[in-house]
């Protein structure tokens, strides 16, 4: 499982020698106060570190430095608490690696009226310092995220968390490594792509492995790990008669059972931390793996179907953001319509595989046959998911330029139990409706397959998309065609400018 809180962000806080030692003692003050009432905040899940006043060019390239080599530290945030002139930031702010927010905030809520006098005004300036500062950044096209308000304000509180829960995924993905069982589903263009490109920008490295070294691990699986494994399905889910001890399809759970720990072995041996399957590969698998990258996933591995790396990486990253949140996070693909006028909505599942994080209750675990592949019946657990707003997520290239898109969704369920569909599944009316969202989709270029959260929303994925300095469309109740197709066009033109060679 996925752990955040051995996380740091380190809390910075700027100003100058101007002010004399006094005032810089106060100065100090405030910020340990600040970044310690921070560090006890439950929406923010990682450790918040003060840091030491930085007043000189100097000290701001030093701690960038320190920054970059500090293993755990994910990010900064960053304060001018007074005026800190920020020529002197331009040393440290181009070397420096690690993502950072603008904290625009004051250490007194309110402005004392009665008492305020010049030593009140000269202790209390970030209303200028911080935009000193915010120029310095727009000067040099730092994309960043700048949160405005209170430090003790639950709305600057929560977008602070979301920011380091988006910072966390960044950081995973610096140092990612990601297998591919087989190659891509043969002829699909959304899935393919330039893994030197994603390396290059996003930091993790995708390679490919024949199933045939998968097959040796799953080959070397251990009875008595079989047994546990079984064990644990019979605690967890509600196993079908036929697949229990003594049911005539139990060596299909065997087998299911003995691919899940091949894979794991396999994973844990490399230090990855996702893969792909591909149904057109499976040379010496019994069965299409559809309960073991169900279960793994819920473990917080990332994973696509098809040989889909991109959204495989980014269903990683979006574990890693969503980390100890209780909604769920899965392998998503819009599946089939219901394009009634009283409430149109998508039926998003996939042939086997998506996470059990997102369901309802108690998943029940089902075999049944599978028209793809070519092989034995795969096991595999079904269930609906929960239900309440979400979002799907997709990264796709654009050739120049990684491009997320993000739909804001409401998950509904289904009008009808679906006694005869044997596959995890989440029913949504997408944002601001289906017709509008499926077209903004299309004329984005959105994947088919995508990573869906009932924890994250837009804010998180646009975090990490300024994080990543990528392009970022969302899809939500704002959303008009004519808008959006705008937004295409004039994106096009500024990613060619901007990003030249
Ligand atoms: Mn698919």
């Known amino acids: 499982m996925i752990d955040l809180k051995h996380y740091e962000v380190w809390f910075v806080t700027g100003s100058q ?14 910020s340990q106060t600040i970044a310690s009432a921070l560090d006890d905040v439950k929406a923010i899940p990682v450790k918040i570190v ?25 990010g900064l945030i960053l304060w001018m ?40 005004m000269n202790l209390n300036q970030s209303a200028h310092g911080d935009r000193e500062f915010g120029f310095i950044c727009s000067r040099m096209r730092f994309e960043r995220k700048v949160i405005v308000g ?17 910072a966390c995924g960044w950081h995973d993905a610096q140092t990612a490594r990601f297998a591919r069982f087989g190659d891509n589903m043969r002829e699909v263009a959304v899935t393919d792509g330039d893994k030197v490109n994603a390396q290059m920008r996003l930091g993790y490295s995708v390679n490919g492995y024949g199933v045939g070294d998968l097959v040796r691990y799953v080959n070397e699986v251990s009875d008595s ?47 990855f931390q996702g893969f792909t399957t591909t149904f057109e590969d499976l040379h010496g698998l019994t069965q299409l793996p559809g309960l073991s990258p169900q279960r793994l996933m819920a473990e917080g591995y990332g994973f696509a ?92 290239e654009m050739g120049n330029r990684l491009r997320m898109v993000v739909n804001a969704v409401d998950t509904v369920g289904p009008d009808a139990p679906l006694p005869k ?27 088919h397959h995508t990573c869906f959260s009932l924890d994250l929303t837009a804010e998180h994925l646009e975090d990490f998309a300024t994080i990543a300095n990528m392009e970022f469309l969302l899809i939500d109740k704002a959303t008009t065609i004519s808008g959006i197709r705008k937004e295409l066009r004039w994106n096009d033109l500024y990613y060619h400018l901007a990003q030249g060679l």
Request: negative net charge; charged residues 20%; glycine residues 8%.
């Open 17 to 30: 020698n101007l002010y004399g030692p006094e005032t810089l003692e106060q100065v100090t003050f405030h």
């Open 50 to 74: 003060y840091k030491p006043l930085v007043t000189t060019p100097e000290e701001i390239y030093n701690l960038a430095l320190e920054a970059n080599s500090a293993k755990n530290c994910i």
């Open 81 to 120: 608490h007074t005026f800190s002139p920020a020529k002197m930031w331009i040393g440290g702010l181009q070397v420096l690696q690690k993502p950072f927010v603008h904290l625009h905030t004051q250490f007194n809520r309110d402005i004392p009226w009665a008492e305020i006098d010049m030593d009140f």
């Open 150 to 166: 209170h430090w003790q304000d639950e709305n600057v509180l929560a977008r602070l968390g979301t920011w380091t829960r988006a």
């Open 225 to 271: 790990e079989i047994d546990r494994l079984v064990r644990d399905y019979d605690e967890q889910y509600v196993v079908a008669a036929e697949l229990r001890s003594g049911g005539d399809r139990h060596p299909s759970l065997r087998d299911g059972a003995r691919i899940e720990m091949g894979m794991r072995h396999f994973l844990e041996d490399g230090n």
């Open 305 to 396: 179907g098809e040989g889909d790396w991109k959204t495989m990486a980014l269903v990683r990253a979006m574990k890693v953001m969503s980390a100890g949140l209780p909604g769920g996070t899965s392998f998503m693909e819009d599946y089939t319509y219901h394009l009634n006028p009283d409430g149109m909505k998508v039926l998003g599942a996939h042939m086997l595989e998506v996470c059990p994080s997102i369901a309802a209750g108690k998943p029940s675990l089902e075999i049944h046959p599978l028209s793809i592949g070519g092989k034995d019946d795969p096991v595999r657990l079904v269930f609906d998911s929960k239900t309440g707003p979400a979002v799907n997520a997709s990264i796709v």
């Open 421 to 447: 569909l044997p596959v995890g599944r989440a029913v949504w009316a997408p944002q601001p409706d289906l017709k509008t969202a499926a077209a903004a989709w299309i004329y984005a270029g959105g994947a």
